[in-house]
């Protein structure tokens, strides 16, 4: 993420707090920053052990408090992963994007389909149902693993 990018992001995230009556402080400013600048899925723990490798001491109740914060602002989301613990991405502004994993290999496939968007709001509407999340993934077997099945068999 760019300097810029991560700056609008801090800004997003201060004004959160703000509404709120909460405060940006120097351990929320940590955890936020070590989670813009992770890459790809991570859980709370992972955040904990980088900032213990790092010298930054924070709680790990703080660090689960705080991403959820983050979540509620809407620049972190959290991810279901076949049943893993509980992992986070940043959103970066883009369309909320659903996994495929395989239950062998544990290889994940990520993919957005725009429909999915209009199917909840139709069940939502259908049922008088106020979403706050959703989770929506595909477990099965990956073409290699297929194969690697099917070779066995043979």
Do not use: W
């Not at 659903?98 to 239950?103: A, K, Q, S, T, V």
């Not at 049922?127 to 595909?138: A, G, H, L, P, T």
């Amino acid at each position: 993420m760019s300097g810029s990018d991560q700056n609008t992001e801090r800004e997003k995230f201060s004004l959160f707090l703000q509404s709120g009556g909460l405060k940006l402080t120097s351990e929320r400013l940590i955890i936020f920053n070590e989670a813009l600048a992770t890459e790809g899925h991570f859980e709370a723990d992972d955040l904990l052990v980088i900032l213990k490798q790092k010298g930054k001491k924070t709680s790990r109740a703080t660090i689960y408090r705080t991403l959820e914060i983050l979540v509620q602002a809407e620049i972190l989301r959290k991810v279901c992963l076949n049943g893993e613990a509980v992992h986070f991405e940043k959103t970066n502004d883009q369309p909320r994007h659903d996994h495929m994993i395989c239950r062998n290999c544990g290889k994940r496939y990520e993919f957005h389909l725009p429909e999915l968007q209009g199917i909840q709001n139709n069940l939502c509407q259908r049922y008088n149902f106020r979403m706050q999340d959703y989770c929506f993934q595909i477990v099965g077997l990956c073409t290699d693993c297929v194969e690697i099945t099917h070779e066995q068999r043979n």
